[in-house]
């Protein structure tokens, strides 16, 4: 039987505590417990402690956007594992574009931050992809090989159950441009076969999402693409209406 899909909501800079709270409120009254999807919010972290406290008991999962890889210490306006553990959190998105083309987090860093999420028993989302240069230079394949093998270096072996990666090709994300079916399943194909090349049956294992203006209207396409376990969504996850619709759609193909 398939893993169970993944529906993880990136809200970036958006949303405060009050209407995160409310949003996450309104989603669960939506969708029933026994939704065969695995839904992860992933607000600011002002808003961590506040959602999974309004929650109580529930099927969702709350993760970070980023964190620091040092336990502690002097570095102004950063978090650690352990103050975003003890808030609840559970899964922690790494190397997000955004990260890495806005605010040039490198695959050094990207590779401490790995080393230490899964040693922290948090779940790293390790977020991948290539440029639109890259695409047309023929350069997707490569360019995903490198950020897997920079991000992962060091590891002798992964559980595949508490790991997920997130294709995202930077073009895609927040343009309205979705990757095609074809070229999503040639990098998701692509990557499981690195994966599994560095980790055998347990990389192969590894749930890859695909992200870069998932819709509700694109969403039934999407999921029914081969090697896709998921997605991770940015805009749409901001909606109600949306992202209920992505939930129910993604757990209608399980
Ligand atoms: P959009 O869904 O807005 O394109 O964002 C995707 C993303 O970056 C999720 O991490």
Not at 77 to 82: L, V, W
Not at 244 to 251: F, K
């Amino acid at each position: 039987m398939k893993n169970m899909p993944i529906v993880a909501g990136n809200w970036k800079m958006h949303k405060t505590i009050e209407e995160g709270i409310s949003f996450v409120g309104e989603i669960q009254n939506r969708i029933l417990d026994t939704v065969e999807a695995k839904v992860i919010f992933c607000p600011p972290f002002t808003a961590l402690y506040p959602i999974v406290d309004a929650m109580g008991q529930h099927p969702f999962g709350v993760g970070a956007q980023n964190v620091h890889h040092e336990s502690h210490g002097a570095f102004t306006g950063e978090i650690s594992i352990d103050m975003l553990k003890s808030a609840g959190v559970d899964y922690v998105i790494i190397g997000h574009s955004e990260r890495r083309h806005v605010f040039g987090e490198t695959d050094g860093w990207i590779n401490k931050k790995i080393h230490a999420v899964i040693e922290s028993g948090l779940i790293p989302l390790f977020c991948i992809g290539e440029t639109l240069e890259d695409r047309q230079s023929g350069q997707t394949s490569a360019v995903l090989k490198a950020q897997i093998e920079l991000g992962l270096s060091g590891l002798s072996e992964i559980n595949p159950d508490q790991f997920i990666v997130a294709y995202e090709p930077v073009w895609a994300i927040g343009t309205g441009e979705t990757a095609s079916v074809e070229q999503i399943e040639t990098a998701h194909k692509d990557v499981k076969g690195i994966l599994a090349s560095l980790f055998e049956a347990n990389g192969a294992h590894i749930p890859i999402l695909y992200g870069g203006s998932v819709n509700a209207d694109n969403a039934k396409s999407l999921i029914q693409a081969e090697g896709v376990d998921g997605f991770l969504i940015g805009g749409a996850s901001l909606k109600i209406e949306s992202f209920c619709h992505i939930i129910e759609t993604v757990a209608a193909h399980y």
